[in-house]
């Protein structure tokens, strides 16, 4: 099993940066994949970006590249996604999520946070 817990979200202006971390836990981290995905009211959930936690490979959707970041922190077993100029199209709930594969597919990971709002003004 892994515990996946999300936090960072909030309000923020168009433009503006959030932080989001992942804390994960349970069983060996270096065997997983991390993702991180979002959710729009009415829409379906999609992918954001994706880590290899062991050799720290990443891949983004196009609509965040050159915009958001994923890294890792070994130390403190946390995922971050760091997200600059935002746009109000980004507003949703964000989930990370862990699994075995590099996919950008939501049946692909089987593991899931809580999930964090971000929500962003125009």
């Known amino acids: 099993q892994v515990q996946l817990v999300e936090s960072g979200g909030g309000l923020v202006q168009a433009g503006g940066s959030l932080r989001l971390s992942c804390a994960a836990s349970?069983?060996?981290?270096?065997?997983?994949?991390m993702g991180w995905f979002r959710q729009a009211p009415g829409k379906e959930r999609d992918f954001v970006a994706r880590i290899n936690w062991s050799s720290g490979l990443r891949n983004y959707a196009d609509s965040v590249k050159g915009r958001f970041t994923i890294s890792r922190d070994n130390a403190q077993n946390t995922v971050i996604l760091q997200m600059d100029s935002l746009k109000p199209e980004d507003t949703a709930v964000y989930y990370c999520?862990?699994?075995?594969?590099?996919?950008?597919?939501?049946?692909?990971?089987?593991?899931w946070g809580q999930g964090t709002q971000v929500t962003v003004s125009s």
């Open positions: 999520a862990a699994g075995a594969l590099r996919s950008e597919k939501v049946d692909d990971y089987n593991y």
């Open positions: 349970g069983r060996t981290l270096s065997r997983y994949v």
